[in-house]
């Protein structure tokens, strides 16, 4: 069993930059899949970006792809998601993801492993 707890959410101008992290429970975290995912009011949960277990893989949505980064610190039991250059339209409840595999991936049955959200806010 893997518990997500994440944190570094809050308010932000257009054009700033937060870091979120998600801290995981359990020895076997560096055997997982991690994501994050976010969900904007009346909205479906979308991903935002995925993380082989390794770290060596990555995947990024089109609609942060060169302003977000993925890492993760196997050691640390940590994973995170710097965000930069951010926009009114990423204003949304961050979720943190795990899954059983190794392979990063975009499928959302794939995690079963959830955090509780942090959210975001990005004021115009």
């Known amino acids: 069993q893997v518990q997500l707890v994440e944190s570094g959410g809050g308010l932000v101008q257009a054009g700033g930059s937060l870091r979120l992290s998600c801290a995981a429970s359990?020895?076997?975290?560096?055997?997982?899949?991690m994501g994050w995912f976010r969900q904007a009011p009346g909205k479906e949960r979308e991903l935002v970006t995925t993380i082989s277990s390794g770290g060596g893989i990555t995947y990024y949505a089109d609609s942060v792809k060169g302003r977000f980064t993925i890492t993760r610190d196997n050691a640390k039991n940590t994973v995170y998601l710097q965000m930069n250059s951010l926009k009114p339209e990423d204003t949304a409840v961050y979720y943190c993801?795990?899954?059983?595999?190794?392979?990063?991936?975009?499928?959302?049955?794939?995690?079963?492993?959830w955090g509780q959200g942090t959210q975001v806010t990005v004021s115009s």
């Open positions: 359990g020895r076997t975290f560096r055997n997982y899949a």
């Open positions: 993801a795990g899954t059983k595999g190794s392979a990063a991936t975009a499928r959302l049955t794939e995690y079963v492993y």
